[in-house]
């Protein structure tokens, strides 16, 4: 049965995902908290240990005071009184004893943490590059590069600072809240409840600093991406920019970015300048109360010294906590809102999907048949509204037509990087969708007028889609699309790095090569999209032969506007409005009154 498409799932992943409705809103922070109850699922064991030395380490910080109250009130008095050291060395011992252990405790814990941070961070970014590979062809053509490099870069950073530092900053302090008001619940329930009356406005102004620093985070990651999508596209596109002296207009709207990015930052750091000193100007007030209460009640005999020193100490590190909890709330904004984005990329769903029972195709002839097919992309005006079309296996035909009459389309629906949006495609009488994406790619490759060339030698680019390839082969691919010669004219020949000073090659040459590429890969449809488009007249000549050779008993589609190229192929089809209006050999269609003999004639019109 033919896989149906699915539904493609829009995700969230708007840099304006601030703006959202509420309900979206929740349905966003449910979808990125899923994400990271998935991360962190297979790390539970080494959570729980992390959890047992936090625990460990806040007891060893609580034990302190609680010491230093026994210390005073027993301990010096025995000594004083009766000359007894022993109470005083026991009590000092075990304060050493609890300080060192929560020390080695807490670094044990930062050094768990570290693993688990680093680990999750690992499994993400796998996940975020496997899915930009997994999503077909129409997530690229409408979301922006930048903006995914921006998903891998700042937004991963956000988190991964997050994880490195502020969570284990976060649960220790929380911890060591819980434990210290505890504390101090057991040793003196009258200093508690002075805490936990200066507690209620401590806990408003935290969730005054929350609700508007998510505002200005979210305010902060998007014009962070922003900032990189438009330095990202100004870099690809400069030759455009150069070209069209566009510097000044490019550099005043990088300018304006960066000024919103400068005044998102400058929002949050004034709600920290806010927010701390309140914190702080409320634990010293809680501690001048608790200290003015406590004396009294000493005065009165209904408190001991030492009971109060550890009180005091108990109320001082209550409220350092809540300080570094507003701190760390920074990069926990930060990274929540990069966590949504991360999530919404993740949300995507393919729109051209894997069969879930492939017919095998190891071997394929190249027949292909378009059968009744209809096409537009997404809602926007139907392309190809009825194109029924045989091509038979060794055939090469030839698609011209004025621009936007369906060619292109017509490549990228026999590639599978679109599904019919009715109608099927075949391939030796097997539908596309129910061939795996393996096959497939084996069987039909495409070459487009982008020739793009990765990192690496030229052998290695070569040997793309053949990367067990011998030399022989290489070169003999090369040597077959006239590649050879201009590749041993470079400094290391196939060893060249191509991005390298010395390797860099002229669009004609990465043509060249790109046709090496595919020859190499030996497919049996070759698609070519404006292929010879950068080729200039003695490099077109030269690949005209190696076309001829190496597309015999191959069915080849080519897409051109040089007629030049057109001549070699068995069939013409002269497309408009989607629909094929002529059909015939190249000398056929010259010899009529047609549009095909129309082109051909201004193009040899053009050559006098």
Do not use: C
Not at 325 to 342: R, T
Not at 396 to 421: C, E, H, M, Q
Not at 513 to 521: C, G, V
């Amino acid at each position: 049965m033919t896989a149906t498409p699915p539904r493609r799932v829009t995700a969230t992943t708007n840099e304006d995902d601030f703006n959202l409705g509420r309900d979206e809103s929740r349905a966003v922070r449910r979808r990125s908290l899923r994400l990271l109850g998935n991360l962190l699922a297979p790390h539970k064991k080494p959570l729980l240990v992390a959890v047992l030395l936090v625990v460990t380490s806040t007891v060893g910080q609580v034990a302190g005071p609680a010491l230093v109250a026994v210390t005073i009130d027993q301990a010096i008095p025995a000594l004083l009184d009766r000359g007894d050291a022993g109470p005083l060395a026991t009590f000092g011992a075990l304060y050493i004893v609890a300080a060192v252990a929560g020390g080695l405790a807490a670094g044990a814990y930062i050094r768990q943490a570290a693993r688990i941070a680093q680990g999750v961070m690992l499994d993400l970014r796998r996940r975020v590059f496997r899915q930009t590979q997994r999503l077909s062809l129409e997530f690229h053509e409408t979301y922006t590069s930048g903006r995914v490099i921006s998903r891998q870069t700042s937004d991963m950073e956000a988190l991964r600072e997050l994880l490195d530092g502020g969570l284990t900053g976060v649960v220790s302090s929380m911890f060591l809240m819980v434990f210290v008001a505890g504390s101090l619940v057991i040793l003196d329930w009258r200093s508690a409840l002075v805490l936990a009356a200066a507690f209620v406005p401590a806990l408003i102004l935290t969730r005054w600093f929350q609700k508007r620093s998510q505002v200005f985070y979210r305010e902060q990651r998007t014009a962070s991406a922003r900032l990189i999508v438009k330095f990202v596209e100004t870099m690809t596109g400069m030759r455009a920019v150069q070209a069209f002296r566009r510097e000044s207009t490019t550099e005043r709207d990088f300018g304006a970015l960066s000024d919103a990015y400068r005044e998102a930052n400058l929002k949050t750091f004034g709600l920290n300048g806010r927010y701390q000193p309140g914190l702080l100007l409320i634990g010293n007030v809680t501690v001048t109360a608790a200290l003015a209460i406590g004396a009294w009640r000493v005065l009165e005999g209904g408190m001991e010294v030492g009971v109060l020193a550890a009180a005091l100490l108990y109320i001082k590190r209550f409220f350092m906590p809540i300080q570094q909890i507003g701190m760390f709330y920074n990069a926990f904004q930060s990274a929540a809102a990069a966590l949504e984005k991360v999530s919404g990329l993740l949300a995507e769903e393919p729109t051209v999907v894997e069969p879930q029972r492939p017919e095998a195709l190891p071997h394929a002839r190249g027949d292909l048949r378009l059968d009744h097919v209809r096409f537009a992309y997404g809602d926007g005006p139907v392309v190809l509204p009825d194109l029924d079309l045989h091509i038979p296996a060794g055939q090469t035909i030839a698609l011209v037509g004025t621009t936007g009459a369906g060619k292109s389309t017509l490549a990228k629906l026999v590639t599978r990087f679109y599904d019919a949006s009715e109608g099927r495609v075949l391939l030796d009488g097997i539908d596309i969708r129910d061939i795996s994406t393996q096959d497939l790619r084996r069987a039909v490759v495409m070459v487009t007028q982008e020739a793009y060339l990765f990192s690496g030698s030229v052998r290695e680019n070569i040997a793309l889609g053949r990367p067990d390839a011998s030399q022989e082969d290489i070169e003999a691919a090369a040597r077959a699309v006239g590649a050879h010669e201009f590749i041993m004219r470079m400094p290391d020949g196939y060893d060249t790095d191509v991005n390298k000073r010395g390797g860099r090659v002229s669009a004609g040459q990465r043509q060249l090569l790109s046709f090496a590429r595919a020859f190499l890969a030996d497919p049996a449809v070759l698609v070519l999209d404006e292929a010879t488009s950068s080729l200039d007249i003695p490099g077109e000549r030269l690949v005209q032969h190696g076309l001829q050779t190496l597309l015999a008993d191959r069915t080849a589609i080519i897409i051109a506007h040089r007629l030049s190229t057109v001549a070699i192929a068995d069939r013409v089809l002269v497309m408009a409005h989607g629909r094929v209006v002529e059909d015939g050999s190249p000398d056929e269609l010259i010899a009529g009154d047609g549009r095909f003999a129309a082109l051909h004639a201004a193009w040899q019109d053009s050559l006098v």
